[in-house]
């Protein structure tokens, strides 16, 4: 009995040891997992508010594109003219032999559709003639849909609901693998954002409104804040679409900005489910929404003008204003233009044109929106009298422009009430209480809309009454978030489906996973301090008048935020951003170490290559919309007038000698030309000690 009771103790033993390393390294697991989760939450946050900064920028520089736009992009072309001019340019362009591409014949059949999922997995292109047809009919086809799409579901017939897809095709291509094709018993709704950042936008769009040519009543597409030809040329796709259909990719952009304007904005399902891309406002009106001529709409970057400003231009004999930016002087019908050494007489077709008059540099003088000289911006040599004047924007009026903005760009918030999206700088945040309001208002149950990354793919908020659904997985970094889909019955309780599209990642453990996001995270917004080195140390050394280099955790995270307004926690980033002295002060110009701009130009100062820097995206536009035959080649003289204009609009104190510097040295092979492609490529922020 002694030995038996002895041997049953020292099981007891042996188990109650068991049983306290079993917690132990359950208790550590659980901090290593939260630790992961932590820095996957922070690396998530840091990209959100650099896209987010990025959107803002873009929104601030909206006048100044349209001015670009306006007097670049149509000089010497026409628009997409009727239905019957458009036919007659499709039959114009021929299909060589050598095409081993779909061949498309309408109206479309399920066989097309298969042929060209197949062709896009073996990244074949479709021919320029199919897609200008393909547009065409879509276009005709959205023409006949109401503002507001209503649908009804039933067991048989769950509708699928995707969010951002962005130009990934994988994830696409992934979601009709498990959740089978479009079809008149799989029909699907896709909540806007099928283009930009990613490099298969174009193929995306060709697949949807493929299917939606097939089944018009069980594909269903609500247009987003990217579908939008402003925005198109910030965020890739009209680079994407110049890089893949180069002699047509003209025609095919202008007749998207027409399809992009017929997208339904929002659909309604059972009359209970209000889906929308971005989200609502407290004052989203639904019934106003749903009588509007939605065509209207053709860039939310080009607000409609005030009554005051109209009123004043119909006041002015001698001056058209058009757009925030400026105002150009009006041609007299049969007035002689001189461009670029010739002369031709303005046009008196039923287009408004305009221009300015060809005055010596000292007397020509744009004046900006507030009245104000700015001296010679652009030669006029530059703003040929071919521009054409879009009447849409003046037709636009200030409520319905809101009413669409609001519900592309809002963003729910856990707090109430209703407040501007400050962070992308359009549409509004808007809380649990404005949305218990509208769905009670229109008797619905439920929002769902998409527009905001999520690291699962969804996320509900606001008491379970709004759902964000997002498609795109992998959207900042390779395994940086799921994409999800959601499925509704008539029951009208979601079913969400995840997926990460993984290719390289598959064997990687949670650990690598969530480092290479860090990583990348954290690079970025190195960059983002670097671009903006001369500030930031101008901030900091407000708070160390002795300069010894050091300044506190507070002062520092404040300096940051101040400067870059990412609203991000400085203080809990500093280990990973800066040195820490022993005192427990921070080295503020560490962050800046081990960086460094390329191309090194030592003719230039530094401060006018990290102003380039800073910009390089936004004169990559302008550059692109310069450069009308697409070579990717500016003349010098034409990137001096662009940077100077582009210098006045932004108030950058540079002068115009650093500027002729900066052309001289990027004309490498001094021909006069400057391949801004490769430049702007090759030039970035990379650490010292690279391949070194």
């Known amino acids: 009995m002694g030995c038996g009771t002895s041997v049953t103790g020292s099981r007891a033993k042996k188990s109650e040891r068991a049983i306290k390393a079993a ?24 990209f959100q508010s ?24 149509h000089l010497n072309e026409t ?40 062709a896009f997995k073996d990244q074949q292109h479709l021919h320029a003639r199919y897609v200008l047809q393909l547009l065409h009919e879509t276009k005709k086809v959205l023409k006949q849909m109401p503002n507001i799409i209503h649908l009804s579901t039933s067991y048989s017939k769950e509708i699928t609901i995707c969010g951002d897809l962005h130009g990934k095709l994988d994830d696409l291509l992934l979601i009709f693998y498990k959740n089978g094709l479009p079809s008149e018993e799989n029909p699907y709704l896709f909540n806007g954002d099928f283009v930009d950042r990613g490099k298969n936008s174009v193929e995306i769009l060709i697949i949807l409104f493929a299917f939606l040519l097939v089944y018009p009543n069980h594909l269903h597409l609500n247009r987003g804040n990217h579908e939008d030809h402003i925005m198109n040329l910030r965020y890739g796709f009209t680079k994407e679409v110049m890089k893949k259909y180069r002699s047509h990719g003209k025609k095919i952009l202008n007749l998207l900005q027409d399809v992009y304007s017929w997208l339904p904005l929002a659909t309604v399902i059972d009359s209970k489910v209000l889906i929308v891309h971005g989200g609502i406002s407290d004052t989203t009106d639904l019934d106003f929404l749903n009588l509007f001529k939605r065509n209207k709409m053709k860039s939310m970057l080009r607000p409609p003008k005030s009554s005051t400003e109209r009123n004043h231009d119909l006041e002015r004999t001698d001056f058209v204003e058009y757009s925030p930016i400026i105002r150009v002087k009006r041609c007299l019908p049969g007035q002689a233009i001189a461009v670029k050494g010739m002369t031709r007489p303005s046009s008196s077709s039923h287009r408004r044109r305009y221009t300015g008059d060809l005055l010596d540099a000292g007397e020509h003088r744009w004046l900006l929106h507030d009245g104000a000289s700015s001296g010679p911006l652009l030669d006029a040599q530059y703003l040929e009298c071919g521009v054409h004047m ?47 309001r509208l769905l009670k208002r229109y008797n ?35 395994g940086s978030n799921r994409g999800a889909y959601l499925k509704l019955n008539p029951d009208l309780i979601p079913r969400f489906v995840q997926y990460q599209v993984s290719k390289c990642t598959r064997k990687q453990t949670l650990h690598q996973r969530v480092s290479v ?21 101008a901030a900091f050394r407000q708070y160390d008048p002795n300069d010894t280099g050091r300044i506190s955790a507070t002062e520092w995270a404040s300096a940051v935020e101040s400067v870059l307004h990412l609203d991000l926690p400085w203080r809990t980033l500093r280990s990973r951003l800066v040195q820490l002295a022993p005192g427990g002060n921070i080295e503020y110009l560490s962050c800046f170490n081990d960086l460094e701009i390329k191309p090194a130009i030592k003719e230039v100062q530094p401060a006018l290559v990290e ?22 080649l500016i003349s010098i003289e034409e990137f001096r007038q662009t940077w100077k204009l582009f210098n006045s609009h932004l108030k950058i104190d540079i002068d115009d000698e650093s500027i002729d510097n900066l052309a001289r040295s990027i004309d490498f092979n001094k021909d006069g030309s400057i391949d801004f492609n490769e430049f702007l490529e090759a030039f970035h922020v990379v650490n010292k000690f690279e391949n070194k």
């Open 50 to 73: 650099i896209e987010y900064a990025e959107e803002q920028a873009q929104l601030q520089l909206s006048s100044f594109f349209t001015f670009m736009l306006d007097h670049f992009t």
């Open 23 to 46: 917690i132990l390294i359950q208790r550590w697991y659980r901090c290593y997992m939260a630790r992961l989760e932590m820095r996957r939450q922070y690396a998530l946050s840091i």
């Open 390 to 436: 879009p009447s849409v924007p003046s037709e636009l009026t200030a409520k319905e422009w809101k009413q669409v903005a609001d519900i592309l760009w809002s963003d729910p918030k856990t707090q109430n009430g209703c407040t501007p999206n400050k962070s992308r700088g359009g549409g509004c945040y808007f809380g649990p209480d404005v949305t218990a």
């Open 444 to 478: 619905l149950k439920m929002l769902i809309r998409s527009h905001e990354c999520k690291q699962e793919g969804y996320e509900i908020s606001h008491d379970g009454q709004v759902i964000t659904i997002f498609s795109a997985s992998n959207y900042y970094e390779d």
């Open 611 to 632: 102003t380039l820097y800073r910009y390089r995206t936004d004169l990559e536009i302008i550059f692109n919309i310069i450069d009308k035959d697409h070579s990717g």
């Open 517 to 537: 996001v860090e990583w990348s995270a954290l690079k970025s917004l190195r960059e983002k301090l670097y671009s903006r080195r001369s500030e930031l140390i």
């Open 79 to 118: 628009d997409t003219g009727s239905d019957v001019q458009l036919l007659e340019y499709e039959r114009t362009i021929e299909v060589p032999d050598s095409y081993h591409g779909p061949r498309l014949s309408f109206p479309l059949t399920v066989a097309d559709t298969n042929s060209l999922l197949h």
